[in-house]
């Protein structure tokens, strides 16, 4: 099958399947390092998300901490002068230590101040508008409350509040413990987070309300989100499934980022680590654009030397190609110029110098072996008339005619051969024959001549007829040559000539 087709063929397919190759193996790289690529975002955003879970969490389980504490002494110690004495020391020990702690307060269930970590009393301040102090009011629950980013009242910044409810000793509601966290405590550890130059990381409470968000935008937090793709999809999920990541359009800038979302294990939040996948994906851009060019480039190089290559092999074949046709078409001359030179160009027997050479080897073979040779010498009566009479072209015809007959009538063993002696003389050479089989043979065909009845006017017979001389011999090493063989059957040629021709004659046994 295989055979079927030309080494060029197969040149072509390999280059090409080369080339093909190259550029499938560099497409298959590139799907395999932009996956690689975004799993390893995946990864690092997911990681980032733990880390600022883990730290919110911290951070407001310490102040926290702080909340019940303070909550317990009030309401079994109660509120005399000497207990809220102690309770503001121990606030501002805890602000001090804290450095996430703004401020430490306590309010009474009208929202006047009662106590506080600065140790100062500002009566003309009244929380009892706010967001905390009013879901504390209306909630009996004892569980901490992370309220909605504020302004502070008393320092301008940005805080969030974590607050637990004061009951009465009756069990009515008695006020607010709260703790403020500098929102710019957050922010700080968020920056520590390298997510790129498009990337974000925010801190969102269950409820949609922005607590923080980075790059920061002091007119974004305590805003709602719950119109965003992140918070619409994160609302949605329950248990574990409340970990993970998406590809989400941001609610800010409308950038597509890979999200990863974690809530924190004890307050009602969720983070999210976002990454540009534009500017995660441009680095893989930039390198497969590098590589493809490069490979282009080579496939372009291999293709171009490929075809070169491929066609020096077809020049290369074709000139093989032509250099076979060009020798067998020598051979084939040469055949014919030797076939030439070894016939005779009018009557297509062989010739005088062929006869020469197989007689000679035929004489050789007869010595060695012991055997007989025989030769009939033919001649055509009275040809030197017949040309004279109907032209020398009606006398090749009948040589021609003549020899057809003769080489038709001669046996074709091998080393038999039929040649034109000389003129319209012919020889039949009959290896390993004895004087009747030769005799046999000259007879037939002289026979068969007669037996045309070719019109020969200037012949007494009236008719072209052959006369032959036959003569064998048995060659004897240092005592015979091959020319006596000829000369005896001349001999004998010229005895049927004298004798009236048409006849076949026979020579004497050549002397030994
Ligand atoms: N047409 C033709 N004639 C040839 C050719 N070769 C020899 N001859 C002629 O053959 C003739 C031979 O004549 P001779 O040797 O005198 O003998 P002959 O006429 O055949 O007479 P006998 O042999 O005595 O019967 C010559 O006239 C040659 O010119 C040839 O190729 N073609």
Known sequence: MFKRYSITFWATVFVTVVCLSLVALDVWRSIDARSGQLQEMERLSANVARAMAQQADDTIKAADTSLADIVERIETEGQDGKVLARVQKQMAVQVENLPQLVGLFVYDERGRWVVNSRGVLNQAYNNADREYFIYHRNHADRGPHVGNPVISRSTGKWIMPVSRRLNRADGSFGGVVLATLDIDYFRRFYQSFDVGARGAVALVANTGVLMLRQPFDSERVGGSMRDSELFRHYAVLSGAARTGSAFLHSFHDGEVRLNSYR??????????AALSREEMLERWRRDTFTRSVGVVVLAALIGFFGKRLVDQIRLRAQTEAALREARDALESANRTLERQAMQDGLTGLANRRQFDVTLGNEFSRATRHADTLAFIMIDVDYFKQYNDVYGHSAGDEVLRAVSKL?????????????????GEEIGILLPNTDIEGAQAVAERIRLAVEQLQMPHSGSPLGQVTLSSGVATMSPKRGVHAASMLVEAADKALYVAKSAGRNRVCLAPPVDD
């Open 406 to 422: 003769i080489r038709a009538l001669t046996p074709k063993r091998p080393g038999d051969l039929t040649a034109r002696y000389g």
């Open 263 to 272: 809530p924190l294990e004890h307050y009602p939040l969720f983070v999210s």
